[in-house]
């Protein structure tokens, strides 16, 4: 927003661990979870689910958003290995393992 450059991924081939969403946010798959990076703000956080580790093979042969939608405020995550995780209209999780995302570093 302050009009510099900056370099959020090094990796110039296709997107492979990460990607960014309709609402601006930089997710990438970071230490069996999920780093988000509003692009805008430079907020960020990491969403890991308890007893869950999200594997780069995982998250290359899924389609990520699927795998991991976020509400559209950026508060609530779901997961499902299989990609039937949804966010319902309200924003909150209707499928899938949830996480309330609190913590912004």
């Not at 946010?25 to 069996?32: E, F, M, P, T």
């Not at 795998?67 to 299989?82: I, K, M």
């Amino acid at each position: 927003p302050d009009g510099t450059l900056e370099i959020i991924q090094t990796n110039s081939s296709l997107p492979t661990g990460w990607y960014v969403d309709r609402h601006g946010r930089l997710v990438a798959l970071k230490d069996g979870g999920v780093a988000v990076t509003d692009l805008t703000t430079g907020h960020s956080s990491q969403v890991n689910f308890p007893g869950v580790s999200i594997t780069n093979d995982e998250w290359t042969t899924s389609t990520a958003s699927m795998l991991v939608p976020l509400s559209t405020d950026g508060r609530w995550a779901a997961y499902r290995n299989d990609n039937s995780a949804r966010i319902g209209p309200d924003g909150r999780p209707a499928y899938g393992r949830t996480v309330h995302i609190v913590r912004v570093k």
